[in-house]
């Protein structure tokens, strides 16, 4: 089974949305503050998982080994269009593995705000103990 976290998930976390996607986040960081509320972040990625599970799975058969946090910084335009995605950190270095979720976040829609947010997403990608 594989998880996939937004920030990574604490040691007695066992929650499974989206299939076998968990999605745990507490730690997303929105500037400027109140614009955006993080509760909204999460529920347009948590609808998105099965992109960005489609790269990881895509990337475990090229390497199986991968895993690790991503910290993605986006830059959400006021009708919620996402103008520019780069990774703040990645644990996962395999190049087509990080173009591939790079490409399906760029397509994301977010909600419309008064003005243009960046926001930091940690998300978390590892395979569950036993697979």
């Not at 830059?75 to 990080?98: C, H, P, S, W, Y």
């Amino acid at each position: 089974m594989l998880s996939l976290a937004l920030n990574s998930a604490p040691a007695h976390a066992d929650t499974v949305l989206h299939g076998l996607v968990g999605i745990y986040s507490h730690d997303i960081k929105i500037s400027p503050q109140g614009i955006r509320d993080s509760t909204d972040i999460n529920h347009v990625i948590g609808s998105k998982t099965d992109a960005l599970r489609y790269c990881y799975e895509t990337g475990l058969k090229r390497d199986p080994r991968i895993e690790g946090t991503m910290i993605v910084e986006l830059t959400l335009n006021m009708d919620g269009l996402v103008e520019m995605a780069k990774f703040d950190r990645a644990d996962i270095k395999e190049q087509e593995f990080q173009s591939c979720i790079l490409k399906k976040i760029a397509r994301f829609k977010f909600w419309p705000a008064a003005v243009t947010t960046a926001v930091r997403v940690p998300i978390g990608f590892s395979r569950k103990k036993g697979q």
